[in-house]
Structures are given as structure tokens and as C-alpha cells.
């Protein structure tokens, strides 16, 4: 499949977004690049998991998982994460699944922009999923435990987003240890919980997203990274007793001395 890249400015470029609706998307627009790239095939995944209930979220997180490892891990990293390729793939060859299942980019361009030219970033859903993808796929070869990995990013989603917001940690296998430590203290449900009796932090502090902060504002002191996870599990338990009575939640034997 040729993919005939988009030229700088096509964001703010309302005639795009015309031609996207009308299907009049034309690789010789002047809004397209002399740049071409080829790849051997692109099945369609969702793109954008911004709504839906919990179940519908979690079947589309997987279904992107599942075919960006099968179909898209293949091609070269500088182009399946580069922001340009996957818009426009998507304007100029996903346009029936955009609407079928994304209708609302009919009602405006911000809508538009929103969903389909996304800032290619931890905000955006095909980034978090190619992270999720090829981090359990490089790492874990049966495909069972591929899927409770999978799980593991969409139940701890606020825990990944913050993983993969800082450079230094978007590494497999931080993300790996820090998925199994959650899971065997059984501290999903914490994670995500609103941290409440602190007026010094934000209105929506969350106790995973203030344990990657700890970890984050330690480094490089601490190499968090490079840990192995026993090492890592104490931190993590560490940095959670700042906000929270951790002897309520994980038993004796887990408890590193503070």
C-alpha cells in the first residue's frame, strides 16, 4: 500500500478536511508531499477510545493492540511513529471505518482534528497502543500472557499514560515490572483512586500518577529504569506511603522498612 505523505500546515488546512468529507482526498492535492511511503498492508484498528463504556474501551484497546502487533510492528519505527505517516493513512485510506465508526468528525473540523489528525503523543490512542504493542510483543511470546499484559495497560490506564508521558520511562521493561507489581499487591483499583486529604496537591490527584511523579523526580539518582523489579517494588511501595497508609493495603511480608 503506497501512503503518500501530507505536507507541513495540512492541520490548519480547512480544505483537507472538505475534501476528507466529500471523499475528494487526491494524493495530488497541494496539500500532499512529493514523499511516499510503502508498507505491505493496513488493516483497520481503532483509533480513538475518548468514549464508549469500559467494556466497549477495552475491546477496542485490544483489538489495537492485537493488529498493530500482527500487521504494523514490521514496518520500520521511524515511520509507525512518526506523526505524519498515520494521518495520512488515515485521510487518505481510512476514511469509510473514520466515519462508520467516528461520525462525529461530520459535525466540525475540531472534531476533526481531534480525532483523526491527533497530536501524535501519550494523548493519543494509536501512540499508546503502538507503545503497549510492541513492549508486551517484544518481551512476552505467548500470546495468552500477551493478552493479560494487554489487560494489565487497560486496567491500570492512568498508571501507563503518566509511564509513557515521561521520556525516561517509556521502557519495556519499567513498564513490564511496574504492570506486575500493581498486579501482585493487587493495587489497580488504588491506583486510579483520587488522592483525598492533601490540599497541597491538585484537585485530581490520582495515587498512581504521584507514585511515577516520585519516581520521576528521583531520577537519575535513582535509575529506576535499570532496576530490577524487587528493587523497583520497594520504591514503588515506598513512594505510594507518601500518600497513602500502605500497611492497609499490602501485607507485612511485602512491606520494605521504612
Do not use: C
Not at 485530581?204 to 535499570?226: C, L, Q
Request: hydrophobic fraction near 35%.
Amino acid at each position: 500500500m503506497e501512503v503518500k505523505l501530507l505536507k507541513r500546515g495540512y492541520k490548519e488546512n480547512e480544505q483537507l478536511y472538505q475534501d476528507f468529507l466529500k471523499d475528494k482526498i487526491d494524493p495530488n492535492n497541494d496539500y500532499f508531499s512529493n514523499k511516499v511511503v510503502n508498507i505491505k498492508e493496513a488493516p483497520d484498528f481503532p483509533i480513538y477510545m475518548a468514549k464508549g463504556s469500559e467494556a466497549e474501551k477495552r475491546k477496542d484497546f485490544l483489538k489495537a493492540f492485537r493488529t498493530i502487533a500482527a500487521f504494523y510492528l514490521d514496518t520500520e519505527r521511524d515511520v509507525i511513529m512518526e506523526e505524519t505517516f498515520w494521518h495520512s493513512l488515515l485521510v487518505q485510506h481510512k476514511r469509510d471505518y473514520i466515519l462508520e465508526h467516528y461520525p462525529e468528525v461530520q459535525e466540525g473540523i475540531s472534531k476533526f482534528r481531534n480525532i483523526v489528525l491527533k497530536k501524535f503523543d501519550w494523548e493519543n490512542y494509536i501512540y499508546k497502543s503502538i507503545l503497549g504493542a510492541q513492549y508486551i510483543h517484544d518481551n512476552i511470546s505467548d500470546e495468552e500472557e500477551r493478552k493479560r499484559y494487554y489487560e494489565l495497560i487497560i486496567d491500570n490506564l492512568d498508571v501507563y499514560n503518566y509511564i509513557i508521558k515521561y521520556e525516561v520511562f517509556r521502557n519495556d521493561m519499567f513498564l513490564i515490572n511496574i504492570l506486575d507489581i500493581i498486579d501482585e499487591l493487587k493495587l489497580s483499583k488504588l491506583m486510579k483512586a483520587k488522592i483525598k486529604g492533601r490540599e497541597d496537591l491538585g484537585d485530581d490527584e490520582r495515587y498512581g500518577r504521584r507514585v511515577i511523579f516520585e519516581f520521576n523526580k528521583s531520577y537519575p539518582v535513582v535509575m529506576a529504569p535499570m532496576l530490577e523489579k524487587e528493587e523497583l517494588k520497594k520504591l514503588f511501595i515506598t513512594y505510594l506511603s507518601y500518600y497513602y497508609d500502605v500497611a492497609q493495603v499490602i501485607s507485612e511480608k511485602d512491606l520494605p522498612t521504612f
